[in-house]
């Protein structure tokens, strides 16, 4: 609900170095493969084929198949359905590595959302976690809560208004006494900004000091989608980053995040990129 916020103060930041490839082939089979260089000097590479069979009763359905594979031996299968029911979308996922079966349903009305995403065969309990989100004229109020081992271990819930060039969610995390606000304007074609601000309910004295993260992007170039990106938070992390698509099938971003509070210091500053090919 509160998407084009958390997507300015979140996205295109990156710490690690990352190469991104996604192709299609003429008979609808993608593959989305990357290799990642983590803060730690490892170094992960995924790959993750898809397929949407032509069959009649598959693509009738939107029926799509595919996997998600790393080089740490994790495989998981799925198989999704966009169309079983008008609005509702299912996808099953099976975890070879742990022997778990997740199943995700999305149910989508013009005011009305609704999710459930459930674990089966899971050797540490059941794991279930149900949402809806009701709107209506530029509001709306969403609700989720998290089922974990015979218990309630997460429920959330949060107001929002819309507009075309602002927005503002007002959230909350009753299980940890958190409640925070966040907002978004569209200043101009080129000029975005973002902040959001959260506050610790609890006695804990030590933890109840109220965070806030405040951040701008910058389109410097509508022809290359060049942008610039800056955030700063109450905890002293700057973190700056620069995109730019270098041609139709590539773009490049590139950032850091520093430490503020020991800006002369080695350690705790982070640089990265993330070079995405497609095709």
């Not at 299609?24 to 089979?29: A, D, E, H, K, P």
């Not at 405040?214 to 060049?226: K, M, P």
Request: aromatic share 10%; net charge positive; charged share 20%.
């Amino acid at each position: 609900m509160s998407k084009r916020a958390a997507d300015l103060l979140n996205k295109d930041f990156p710490e690690k170095s990352r190469l991104e490839i996604k192709t299609r082939t003429s008979n609808g089979v993608s593959f989305d493969a990357s290799i990642t260089k983590n803060q730690d000097d490892t170094i992960i590479g995924t790959l993750n084929p898809k397929f949407v069979p032509t069959v009649a009763g598959f693509s009738r359905h939107g029926v799509t198949v595919g996997a998600d594979m790393d080089t740490n031996r994790n495989v998981k299968l799925h198989a999704e359905a966009a169309n079983l029911v008008s609005g509702l979308t299912t996808k099953i996922t099976g975890d070879t590595r742990n022997d778990i079966v997740t199943l995700d349903n999305t149910y989508r009305h013009d005011y009305f959302t609704a999710t459930s995403s459930v674990d089966f065969f899971n050797p540490k309990g059941t794991n279930a976690l149900i949402g809806a989100t009701v709107g209506m004229d530029g509001f709306a109020l969403g609700v989720n809560t998290r089922y974990q081992n015979n218990g309630i271990t997460a429920l959330n819930a949060s107001v929002a208004y819309n507009a075309v060039d602002y927005a503002a969610t007002l959230y909350s995390q009753l299980k940890q006494n958190i409640v925070g606000i966040n907002y978004y304007q569209r200043v101009n074609p080129r000029t975005s900004i973002a902040a959001d601000a959260s506050f610790d309910l609890s006695h804990d004295s030590t933890a109840n000091k109220p965070k806030l993260t405040i951040g701008g992007r910058y389109e410097v170039d509508v022809l290359s989608a060049s942008f610039v990106k800056t955030k700063f938070d109450t905890e002293g992390r700057l973190a700056v980053s620069y995109g730019q698509r270098l041609n139709a099938f590539a773009s490049l971003t590139v950032g850091g995040t520093f430490n503020t509070n020991s800006f002369n210091k080695a350690g705790g500053h982070n640089f990265g990129f993330t070079l995405a090919l497609n095709d």
